[in-house]
């Protein structure tokens, strides 16, 4: 029976198959041809990636994640006395970025190659899960490469600004997408029957939930709900069937015989074991976030509930928003850009396209789509409803919340279009032999599928209009990665403060971390906020508004007002006071004391934000 819980007829291998099949030693050398072709244009694609990121400038944002990294690989592994954002990014983002500090340096270039590296895993990731679980022998993996292509295809070119920021330079809800793809990969390849398989499964897969969810809450909605809920469907439609026979019986309707219990749970043993492993992982991480604090860990803040769930008027122009923002992601904002980025822009419409059509076809085909297929689905509408409700939902910022619909959106659309674009119909692996639910042959028409027609014709405009377009985006890749790059925002600045000796200070949020990491760990700036009255425990550490552990002697200020996360000369002299030297570079201006300012700064309560807690 195939895993959507439609019975399917044995089906043995026609004699004299194994005389005909490749030797192992041939299949060995084409399989690690293969891995070796898909290392190779991975690689190639990091590169290509590191080029367009460094065109972006950093800032504190991916700053803070490379200094917390660098202090976790440095022995600080519950990042003790770290005040983190309310997403920690602590089981992927920030130990990547370590391990790269510790190998590359402690420097500004650290957050191009992370971004880099973890764009390039999401595309292959993608692939490698739009591709499925089958083998495809009859067809010598050419479905499964077709399926890859088409995801790959949708992601390769990430579009310029904003797409680049948000995709290539801080992994802000972007980095997520690597733990939940792998994820799914192992509920896709590993299929097990037999109950201790299933147990060890299924607790490998809650082991991975926690992975993620402990990184990015991101993953709860758009991993871990989507798979229970998944599971759920086959395990509600076998309770449905047993229940329908007896009112069928009363009605005098002919009734299907019911399973017995033990075929039952043979069945739907596994879709039982993964959807108690994600509801137990959901649990589990929420002890472990609370756990890590308790023993002396990061400090986590809490989502706010005003950016939780906005007012249902305000749901129709986030909406409009959010659409905005799905257009910024799959790099097809043609509205906003200049010559030759438009048509590249326009270009990527085909990719919006194809993801489109993958929904629409996903949700046609959902009862008789496989358990990765249906979470899939579940995760793009998971995502969209929290995007569509959600106060957050703002232009361009707005992109990093939804990211992870790219990657999810991609392999999907590989998973549906792929098997009819190869030259078979969806799920012909799984259900070449269905049975109807009386027991006979299913009629042919039932056996085609929502994409069973035959269409040689359709199927080669398809591939052709798509492969056009892969050149396209190629194209399009190597565009951006010819930019100029640009060195991270005040790299002057953290140079001119190391050649002057000064190494420990105060300044805006967006001042701060970007700075110091721009030092290379030689300087430390202070986040403040409350027109400097009041330390930000924001991406910061405990020990920077110490003034018993540290001293800060010079306050980073700009001559006008640049939005919140910044300070003025105005604002900063009327705090402190007059400064006993002054350096003006260009519109930023450097405040040096002859004096500790720490003891004029309020160290800042960890449940408080923006200002000490009122007395």
Request: charged content about 15%.
């Amino acid at each position: 029976m195939h895993e959507s819980g439609q019975r399917q007829l044995a089906v043995t291998a026609p004699v004299g198959e194994e005389q005909t099949r490749p030797t192992r030693r041939r299949t060995a050398v084409l399989r690690l041809s293969a891995v070796a072709a898909i290392a190779a244009v991975t690689i190639g694609l990091f590169w290509a990636y590191l080029l367009q990121s460094r065109a972006q400038a950093a800032n504190s944002d991916a700053a803070a994640m490379v200094l917390q990294g660098w202090d976790m690989a440095h022995g600080n592994l519950l990042l003790r006395g770290w005040f983190l954002s309310d997403v920690s990014f602590y089981t992927f983002e920030v130990p990547l970025d370590g391990l790269i500090s510790v190998v590359y340096g402690l420097q500004s270039d650290v957050i191009h190659v992370a971004a880099a590296a973890e764009y390039a895993l999401l595309v292959l990731f993608a692939a490698l899960v739009a591709a499925g679980a089958t083998g495809d022998r009859l067809h010598g993996g050419r479905e499964a490469w077709v399926r890859g292509l088409i995801a790959a295809g949708i992601m390769v070119a990430p579009g310029t600004n904003p797409g680049a920021h948000v995709l290539l330079l801080a992994p802000d809800h972007t980095g997520i997408g690597v733990p939940v793809l792998i994820t799914l990969l192992v509920v896709d390849r590993l299929r097990p029957s037999r109950l201790l398989p299933v147990l060890g499964t299924a607790l490998l897969v809650c082991l991975l939930l926690i992975w993620a969810q402990l990184d990015d809450p991101v993953a709860e909605f758009s991993c871990a709900l989507p798979l229970a809920l998944a599971c759920a469907t086959p395990l509600a439609a076998a309770a449905g069937r047993r229940l329908a026979n007896p009112i069928r019986a009363r009605r005098g309707r002919p009734a299907t015989a019911p399973l017995p219990w033990r075929r039952e749970a043979e069945l739907h043993g596994y879709d039982l074991a993964l959807l108690v492993a994600a509801v137990a992982a959901f649990g589990l991480t929420q002890l472990a976030n609370r756990a890590i604090y308790r023993i002396g860990g990061f400090y986590l803040h809490a989502i706010p509930a005003k950016s939780q769930i906005s007012h249902w008027s305000t749901v129709p122009s986030q909406v409009r928003t959010l659409g905005q923002n799905l257009m910024y992601l799959f790099g097809a904002n043609f509205w906003t850009k200049p010559q030759p980025l438009t048509d590249y822009a326009y270009l990527h419409l085909i990719g919006v396209a194809v993801a489109l059509i993958g929904l629409l076809i996903a949700i046609w085909a959902w009862p008789r789509a496989d358990r990765v297929t249906r979470t899939l689905v579940v995760a793009v509408f998971a995502v969209f409803a929290a995007g569509a409700v959600s106060p957050l939902m703002q232009p361009i910022s707005g992109a990093h919340e939804i990211a992870i619909m790219l990657p999810l959106s991609a392999a999907l659309a590989g998973r549906v279009i792929g098997p009819w674009l190869a030259g078979r119909r969806a799920g012909a692996d799984h259900q070449a032999d269905a049975l109807a639910a009386d027991g006979r042959p299913a009629s042919r028409e039932a056996r085609r599928g929502p994409l069973g027609w035959r269409a040689p014709s359709a199927r080669m405009a398809v591939a052709c209009v798509l492969v056009a377009a892969g050149i396209g985006y190629l194209s399009d890749v190597g565009y951006n990665a010819a930019q100029p790059s640009r060195p991270s925002v005040n790299q002057a600045l953290a140079d001119w403060l190391v050649a002057h000796d000064l190494t420990s200070g105060l300044g805006g949020y967006w001042d701060a971390d970007v700075t110091a990491l721009g030092s290379g760990g030689k300087v430390t700036v202070a986040p403040l906020v409350d027109v400097g009255k009041y330390g930000y425990p924001w991406e910061s550490k405990v020990a920077w508004f110490d003034p018993k552990v540290s001293s800060a002697n010079f306050v980073i200020a700009h001559v006008q007002q640049l939005g919140a996360g910044y300070l003025t000369v105005g604002v900063a002299t009327a705090h402190f006071g007059q400064p006993a030297k002054e350096y003006h570079l260009g519109k930023t201006v450097v405040l040096v004391y002859d004096r500790n300012l720490l003891t004029s700064v309020i160290q800042p309560t960890p449940a408080y934000l923006y200002g000490p807690p009122a007395k």
